[in-house]
Antibody, heavy 119, light 109 residues
Framework: QVQLQESGPGLVKPSETLSLTCTVS????????WSWIRQTPGKGLEWIGY???????SYNPSLKSRVTISVDTSKNQFSLKLSSVTAADTAVYYC?????????????WGQGTLVTVSS | QSALTQPASVSGSPGQSITISCTGT?????????VSWFQQHPGKAPKLMIY???SRPSGVPDRFSGSKSGNTASLTISGLQAEDEADYYC?????????FGTGTKVTVL
């Protein structure tokens, strides 16, 4: 059974960089597309981007200038960096497995981690 | 690109059928057969219920079905049960993005 677990700071200061890691267990990261999705009370679910194990990425155009997703296949992990954060970036951040490039077939999700942006 | 439009709430009695709509454009729902539906209980991660418009992952009851007509996708829950009370979100592929719906709260009366 594939499991995903997010980790990282729960509090980030405005203008700094949010960094999260997702550890994949019960299966190899060397297949599928690995995504970050966030959820805020005001805007609902928002796709941030994905990475394929080869390093190929795709990002939400509205966040593209601030987002970097990377993968470490040796650790079965992938990571999110979101720069220049503001209070609007306060959200629950989920990592998820995506079956293929096009379809929004997110079949396994982490439990989610709340990140608050505040000084 | 804006979020896909869903009704804020839908309710029904146990055993009844309900349908949740998800309206987009020709650039997302209307242009591709890549629509998914997710169920989310409070404090939990979303769970995939339907993918590629009408396919069900293993383990999802056949009470859940999906369809699409033009720029609108729909999720139907037949034989509504108490455990179906949750938030539901649609999602669609676009050429440059993955969009989610605004979310629908399903209440079992």
């Amino acid at each position: 059974q594939v499991q995903l677990q997010e980790s990282g700071p729960g509090l980030v200061k405005p203008s700094e960089t949010l960094s999260l890691t997702c550890t994949v267990s019960g299966g190899s990261i060397t297949s599928y597309y690995w995504s970050w999705i966030r959820q805020t009370p005001g805007k609902g679910l928002e796709w941030i981007g994905y990475i394929y194990y080869t390093g190929s990425t795709s990002y939400n155009p509205s966040l593209k200038s601030r987002v970097t997703i990377s993968v470490d296949t040796s650790k079965n992990q992938f990571s999110l960096k979101l720069s220049s954060v503001t209070a609007a970036d306060t959200a629950v951040y989920y990592c998820a497995r995506k079956w293929a490039m096009a379809t929004p077939f997110f079949d396994y999700w982490g439990q989610g981690t709340l990140v608050t942006v505040s000084s | 690109q804006s979020a896909l439009t869903q009704p804020a709430s839908v309710s029904g009695s146990p055993g009844q059928s309900i349908t949740i709509s998800c309206t987009g454009t020709s650039g997302d729902i209307g242009g591709y057969d890549y629509v998914s539906w997710f169920q989310q209980h409070p404090g939990k991660a979303p769970k995939l219920m339907i993918y590629d418009v009408s396919s069900r992952p293993s383990g999802v009851p056949d009470r859940f079905s999906g369809s699409k007509s033009g720029n609108t996708a729909s999720l139907t829950i037949s034989g509504l049960q108490a455990e179906d009370e949750a938030d539901y979100y649609c999602s669609s592929y676009t050429s440059s993005n993955t969009l989610f719906g605004t979310g629908t709260k399903v209440t079992v009366l």
